[in-house]
């Protein structure tokens, strides 16, 4: 059985690909008393702030419609680039 990661991914690339973003990575992590969803994203020219905020606005209905994550968790979308 696929782990979280693993759906979260297969749900939200064709998202992001049709958007003309890579998806570089997908996380699932617990820190303290609070869980994170991080959507790592690319692209040749690299990413910034409005990037961003078009992939989260694109994939938070779908994510909120699957529903694949029963704890409440907070969604990071950003740039694999430090």
């Known amino acids: 059985m696929a782990n979280i990661?693993?759906?979260v991914e297969?749900?939200?690339?064709?998202i992001i690909e049709?958007?003309?973003y890579e998806l570089y990575d997908v996380e699932y992590a617990k820190e303290?008393?609070?869980?994170?969803?991080?959507?790592?994203?690319?692209k040749q020219e690299g990413i910034d702030l409005n990037d961003c905020e078009k992939v989260?606005?694109?994939?938070?209905?779908?994510?909120?419609?699957e529903?694949?994550?029963?704890e409440q968790y907070f969604l990071?979308?950003?740039?694999?680039?430090n």
Do not use: C, M
């Open 5 to 7: 990661e693993e759906k």
């Open 10 to 14: 297969t749900l939200v690339k064709p």
């Open 18 to 20: 049709g958007l003309g």
């Open 32 to 42: 303290g008393k609070n869980y994170f969803l991080r959507i790592f994203i690319d």
């Open 56 to 65: 989260n606005d694109a994939i938070n209905s779908k994510l909120d419609e």
């Open 67 to 70: 529903d694949y994550i029963k």
């Open 76 to 81: 990071e979308v950003s740039s694999p680039r």
